[in-house]
Each structure stands twice: as C-alpha cells, then as structure tokens.
C-alpha cells in the first residue's frame, strides 16, 4: 500500500502491478476476510446489498432459522442422486412446496429469503 500525503494510491483491479513517484510495485492479492467481503458488497452493489439485507433478516426468528436447516436436511433425502458433498440450490427450495409448507409452517411467507438465508 503506497501513501503520498495522506492519500493512498488506489491501483486498478485488474492490474497487478503500477508505478507512482516513480516507484514500481507488484501487488500480490490477498484472500480478503469475511469483514472485508461485506464492506465490499455493501460499498460496491449498496441497492442489492439492501434488498439482501432485507430478504435475509427481515422476519426471520430463530425458529424459522431452524426450520430452514431443518428443510435442508429434509430436502437432501427428497431429492434423487444426492450426496453428502452435493450442493443445494434455490431451486430444490422452490420443489415440493405444498408438502414443505405442511412441514415448515415458520417458514411460510418467508419464500423470497430462502435463498438469502
């Protein structure tokens, strides 16, 4: 990180290396951590990261929340060719859903932020 009176040079994203004062510097990225991946998301998309913020906690409860990790464990013996490694996606929530909604009953009209949750 380069700094010229309380600046800091800010590098494009795409490159890896740039010069400024007449320095050379190559940066090497770094994973970024869960904070950092949030400010990002809340700087950069700050419409989208609202509507997920409001589809995530909007309404939710604890016991909703353990309705959905309870969903998802049912939905894995529900759907074919599943195994312990296999992903599940917004989709599976959106199948067997007159039988889910018997099932899940905290987690009804709470449609939209299954897949933020």
Known sequence: KL???GKTVVFPS???SAAAWGLRVTAKP?????EGVLRVARE???????????????GWCSEADRQLV????WL????PNTSASAELHYKDFQR????????????D????????R
């Open 96 to 107: 067997f859903r007159p039988e889910r909604r018997k099932l899940f009953p905290a987690l």
């Open 76 to 79: 894995v013996t529900k759907l």
């Open 14 to 16: 795409t490159a890896t």
């Open 70 to 73: 309870a969903l998802a464990e």
């Open 3 to 5: 700094a010229q009176g």
């Open 109 to 116: 009209g709470l449609e939209e932020g299954l897949g933020a």
């Open 44 to 58: 950069a998309a700050a419409a989208e990261w609202e509507t997920f913020k409001r589809l995530a906690m909007q």
């Open 30 to 34: 770094r994973g970024f951590t869960t």
